[in-house]
Nanobody, 129 residues
Framework: EVRLVESGGGAVQAGGSLRLSCTAS????????VAWFRQAPGKEFEGVAW???????TGYADSIKGRFTISKEGQNTVHLQMNSLKPEDTAVYFC???????????????????????WGQGTQVTVSS
């Protein structure tokens, strides 16, 4: 059974840092792409970052570029390091994955919800000013 569990959320002041973790089971990261999305109150669902597991290639939304870093650790964990946090980063953060049936190198990274088949339950990040 494929499962994704997020952890590491919490409350922090503006300018601070948090590291989110996504722990995967039922598949290995090298066979997939994993992304982080977020849902802020009153705002649209937003893709934040993705990583292709087999080679570690990454992509980021413009809104967080230079502040957030996505990385993998081993075959079952993906992290999202968030630095220089702003109040507008306050949201529930979700981990999502797509598992490749064919060559992973054919996959073009996208931050579109429909690209990902498996989702975690989310973790709250609150940034105060």
């Amino acid at each position: 059974e494929v499962r994704l569990v997020e952890s590491g959320g919490g409350a922090v002041q503006a300018g601070g840092s948090l590291r989110l973790s996504c722990t995967a089971s039922g598949f290995i990261i090298d066979d997939s792409a994993v992304a982080w999305f977020r849902q802020a109150p009153g705002k649209e669902f937003e893709g934040v970052a993705w990583i292709r597991g087999v080679d570690g290639i990454t992509g980021y939304a413009d809104s967080i570029k230079g502040r957030f870093t996505i990385s993998k650790e081993g075959q079952n964990t993906v992290h999202l390091q968030m630095n220089s946090l702003k109040p507008e980063d306050t949201a529930v953060y979700f981990c999502a994955a797509t598992i490749f049936n064919l060559s992973p190198f054919a996959w073009v990274g996208k931050l579109e919800e429909r690209e990902y088949d498996y989702w975690g339950q989310g973790t709250q990040v609150t940034v105060s000013s």
